[in-house]
């Protein structure tokens, strides 16, 4: 890839709990991601959970798929965009999950002209702390409360 792109804000750096990963085995390297991770499935955006043996990422073809659990932390990207790796050679991915990745990619007001993004460049550690704060405490918190036990 020849281009580069500013991270807005990191999903899910603030949360402890494991998440279900499908394990991407291909020609140039290996990746470990959610099944609703949206990536570029032969050439068109797709779930992770929809890819087989023999897909093509790019010029890598899938060679063993596997599932794990495991931490799980997304940068949500200016471009949409993300080089996904675990070994080897990163490939292309979207930076979000498949219900929004394909809107977010098209849309006539792309996320380089949100007030997110603004705000994101000119007050990033706060803008990463209100979204860990008032976007992952309350997920967390339900999640505990679900299973049991205190909120943190």
Known sequence: PNSYTRVVVNQHAAVEKASSLINVEHTNGSLALTPDHCLFIDGKLGAARDLKTG??????????????????INPITVSGKILAVGRGEPVVAASHPDWIAQYLLDSYVP?????????????????????????EYPRRATAQAVEGGPPL
């Not at 990422?57 to 799980?72: I, K, P, T």
């Not at 007050?123 to 976007?135: K, S, V, W």
């Open 55 to 72: 897909s093509m990422l790019g010029d890598a073809q899938v060679l063993r798929l596997s599932m794990s659990n495991g931490a799980v």
């Open 111 to 135: 996320l380089p002209f949100s007030l997110s993004n603004l705000i994101s460049y000119l007050f990033p550690a706060t803008t990463q702390d209100y979204y860990d704060e008032h976007r």
